[in-house]
């Protein structure tokens, strides 16, 4: 990013792919590239950024915490 974005819904639509690829890998792992942890506060802010993202460019099934109930409700016979 060139410039700081103005508002959230500014931040929001400047995370690329690989931003948002990037959250997800620190989130996971607890620690961001350079190996330093997140703290809780940039833990929430982190998954806030990726749901926020997840809600602007991914489909139902791509989206975190996605639960494919078809599958669910075939094995249970209903």
């Given at each position: 990013?060139?410039?700081?974005?103005d508002n959230?819904?500014?931040?929001l639509?400047?995370?690329?792919?690989?931003i948002h690829?990037?959250?997800?890998?620190?989130?996971?792992?607890?620690r961001?590239?350079?190996?330093?942890?997140?703290?809780?506060?940039q833990?929430e802010l982190?998954l806030?950024?990726?749901?926020?993202?997840?809600?602007?460019?991914?489909s139902?099934?791509?989206?975190v915490g996605?639960?494919?109930?078809?599958?669910?409700?075939?094995?249970?016979?209903?």
């Amino acid at each position: 990013m060139s410039e700081a974005p103005d508002n959230l819904q500014a931040l929001l639509a400047s995370i690329t792919p690989e931003i948002h690829q990037n959250l997800k890998r620190a989130v996971e792992l607890g620690r961001w590239e350079n190996g330093e942890r997140l703290s809780p506060e940039q833990v929430e802010l982190c998954l806030q950024a990726i749901i926020a993202y997840d809600e602007m460019h991914l489909s139902a099934e791509e989206k975190v915490g996605y639960i494919d109930r078809s599958k669910i409700k075939n094995k249970s016979g209903h």
